[in-house]
């Protein structure tokens, strides 16, 4: 016997579908709720195919009693086939029930009913493109006239959880993909393999019934409860509207493309623009373009006319004139003073003071995102990354991680290939995210006022980093090897909407400013406490407190980088707690030096290939303790970890390395020395790690005496 359920939203012809198949006569209605409970008919000559007609639903989370009845017969998976009934007059509404119907994990077939309305209306759904988009079988019916009824029967009855080896789900945004296979992850086996995915989505959902029916331990709840409130803070939205979103981007795809007329496949607009912008010798020297416009606006231009007047009046004058009155009236002891002004408003103050920036840079970001270019740079990097044996897939989370890295790197989640994912984890920190851009508005302000290049050079060291020890990561044993393809669909280009523009900003504002009034505003405190006191704890100056003495301990680290000072190498020592923290430290360290502002008293101890080296290392080096932990999570091991982590920070001193020593000699004029050497030797041996010959692979190797041993 094989059981097919009938599921449909209501009024889109379900019970007329089961009189037509059964032969029997329930009755129909023109109004939802005329089933409100199952019924169950053997189909018409073939009594071993049973056809359970069930109420409507809208979704897979029942607001009423009768559309729980569906959904707990569902779940309680004792239909070996689902027979999705659709109103094709009304397909963009009734796919969004398709998705959650294909997550369950049992095969699904649809019935495009009300063909003969739609036909009368002289609309037209093509049918195999459908099936083709949804990857479900497709059959056009029209229940009251009995046209294609017995064939999605039969269609249905084939399509069952015995014959069916694999369900291809609904892909959404690779963000969202990331959290629900972390969620999945944490699920284990708490629900069936088959139903994974649809529980994981339903408990990002935070659907109630799901939460209470399934019995999870304290650890998974807050497991999943982390998770969704990462990727709610990716997306600036609730995670309900995400799933509601990332559906409906999903529908308009494939009902855009099943609905599309072979005249429509001329070339339109967004055809002809990305003739030139993804065109195969015009795309790079655009999107260079692109991204130099955009940090030269954020940084060096619009952002930091606003970030000037924050940063010299703001909380240079104002802030600070209003705290030191107030604490003076309420004769606020010398030492709290101090933590107040020197430590919180200098280190906070210095942070907040990029706001401005990082405003217009997302707002740049998102209307790049939200006209559609950035699909077509991660197509340019595919074709880029391709040729190099990358995968092109590995692109998605750099851009994200133009962000912030955590999500990068969970988004790496959605590349199936282990090595490559490898790969991307250690790398897509490289990207400057939206913390490391204050270090980068800090030096740009302070050493490079008038060069245009400056800033945007920073976005192509991460790129080229990235591009570049990805290759050479490839060409080793551990992580060479076969890469997966990477199939994307580009969206047409649209006018952006000023709402979703702003709001994406706004969002990434929001989520910075919240940093510096937390993490940061207590690392500050710390910083304060350490540079203001000896290890006695006595209250000294600066240069006799525990920072300084804990600097100096390591500032030869950074000598032949160029910034072998006790206060470079604490900023770059705290960067690993949170990288605005780097920031936060200058300004606290340098406001208890005088007089001068903290542009002046940087200049006077770094020269300006000094400052690009300490850039470069910021960085490249090690991620912040949140980037860490995503890594180690993503890794899964503590050897992997440590040797992202090892990478990292080990490349940046190499690149930082070879930038100062031969910028010296090149660039300065300086006399070759012993370390100039060294960097050479550096330099001829990551361009030898670059260029050579991939090693023969362990996996091709046993590959090959597989097939030897086969073939004998
Ligand atoms: C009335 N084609 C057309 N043209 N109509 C269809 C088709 C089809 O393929 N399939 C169903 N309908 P249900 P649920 C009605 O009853 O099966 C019509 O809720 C009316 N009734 O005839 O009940 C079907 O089980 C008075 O319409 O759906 C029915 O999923 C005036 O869609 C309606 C007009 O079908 C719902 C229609 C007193």
């Known amino acids: 016997m094989t059981t097919i359920a009938l599921i449909g939203n209501p009024n889109s012809g379900k019970t007329s579908l089961f009189n037509a198949a059964t032969g029997t006569n329930q009755h129909v209605g023109n109004w939802p709720g005329v089933t409100v409970e199952r019924k169950s008919g053997s189909v018409k000559k073939q009594p071993e195919i049973e056809v359970q007609d069930l109420p409507g639903i809208y979704s897979m989370s029942p607001y009423s009693p009768e559309e729980k009845i569906a959904r707990d017969y569902l779940l309680s998976y004792e239909a070996d086939s689902i027979l999705n009934v659709v109103d094709a ?13 294909i997550e369950t994990g049992i095969p699904v077939t649809m019935a495009l009913n009300m063909s003969d309305v739609l036909r009368a209306q002289g609309k037209v759904i093509n049918v195999d ?10 059959v056009a019916t029209s229940a009251v006239k009995n046209l294609g009824i017995a064939q999605v029967i039969q269609k249905a009855a084939q399509t069952t959880r015995e014959v069916v ?6 892909m959404y945004d690779n963000r969202f993909e990331a959290a629900i296979a972390q969620i999945i992850e944490v699920l284990g086996a708490t629900v069936p393999k088959s139903a994974a995915r649809f529980y994981a989505i339903k408990l990002f959902e935070r659907d109630n019934l799901v939460e209470s029916e399934l019995n999870l331990s304290s650890f998974q709840k807050a497991d999943i409860a982390e998770i969704i409130q990462i990727t709610e803070e990716v997306f600036t939205e609730d995670s309900e509207t995400i799933v509601i979103n990332q559906r409906y981007a999903f529908i308009e795809r494939v009902a855009k493309m099943a609905q599309s007329q072979e005249s429509d496949f001329k070339l339109n607009l967004s055809d002809k623009i990305d003739k ?12 260079a373009l692109v991204m130099f416009l955009v940090y030269y606006l954020s940084i060096q231009t619009v952002g930091s006319m606003w970030t000037g007047w924050v940063n010299d009046v703001l909380f240079g004058e104002i802030v600070p004139n209003w705290v030191q009155r107030g604490l003076d009236y309420l004769q606020v002891a010398d030492w709290m003073q101090s933590l107040i002004l020197d430590g919180i408003v200098a280190g906070v103050g210095t942070v907040l003071g990029f706001l401005p920036q990082i405003f217009v840079l ?13 699909s077509r740079i991660a197509f340019v ?39 490559d994912r490898k790969i991307t984890i250690m790398t897509a920190t490289f990207m400057p995210c939206s913390a490391k851009l204050e270090i980068i508005a800090l030096i740009a302000g ?17 790129i080229a980093t990235i591009v570049l020890s990805g ?41 910075f400013v919240k940093r510096a009034g937390t993490i940061i505003f207590s690392l500050t405190v710390l910083i304060w406490v350490l540079s203001s006191y000896n290890f006695a704890l006595q209250a000294v100056e600066t240069e006799q407190s525990m920072l300084a003495s804990f600097g100096r301990l390591f500032a030869w680290v950074f000598e032949p980088l160029g910034f072998g000072n006790w206060r470079a190498t604490v900023a770059a020592m705290t960067g690993l707690a949170a990288k605005e923290t780097v920031v936060a430290t200058f300004g606290i360290l340098y406001q208890s030096t005088g007089e001068v502002g903290l542009t002046e008293s940087l200049q006077a101890d770094y020269s300006a290939l000094a400052a690009y080296s300490f850039l470069t290392f910021n960085l490249l080096c090690a991620p912040c303790f949140a980037a860490m932990g995503a890594i180690k999570r993503e890794m899964g091991e503590a050897k992997w970890t440590i040797a992202a982590i090892g990478f990292q920070t080990g490349l940046a001193y190499v690149v930082s390395l070879v930038l100062y020593q031969l910028g010296l000699v090149l660039l300065e004029g300086k006399a070759v020395t012993i370390w100039a050497g060294v960097a050479l030797g550096l330099l001829l041996i990551m361009v030898y790690l670059i260029v050579r010959k991939p090693r023969q692979l362990q996996d091709d190797i046993i590959h090959l005496h597989h097939l030897a041993r086969v073939s004998q």
Not at 131 to 137: D, F, K, N, T, V
Not at 446 to 459: E, Q
Not at 475 to 497: D, N, R, W
């Open 276 to 287: 030139v912008v993804t065109n195969r010798i015009l795309a790079l020297p655009i999107f």
């Open 89 to 101: 007059t009304n397909l963009e509404r009734n796919l969004y029930l398709t998705t959650q119907l």
């Open 362 to 374: 997302f707002v740049c970001l998102g209307i790049l995102e939200d006209i559609g270019y950035m």
């Open 446 to 462: 302070a050493f490079f006022p008038d060069n245009p290049f400056m800033a945007p050079s920073t976005y192509f060291v991460g």
């Open 129 to 138: 493109k459908l099936s083709y988009q949804l990857g479900i079988p497709v």
């Open 165 to 170: 080896d694999g369900i291809q789900f609904p």
């Open 471 to 511: 290759i050479a990561l490839k060409k080793t044993v551990f992580l060479g090897g076969y890469t997966s393809p990477f199939i994307m669909e580009l969206p047409a280009y649209h006018l952006p909407k000023a709402v979703s523009v702003l709001r994406y900003a706004f969002g990434k504002a929001m989520s």
């Open 381 to 419: 990097m595919d074709r880029i990354f391709r040729r190099f044996g990358l995968s092109g897939k590995s692109f998605i989370p750099m851009l994200i991680a133009t962000g912030c890295g955590v999500p990068a790197i969970m988004a790496s989640r959605t590349i199936e290939n282990e090595r």
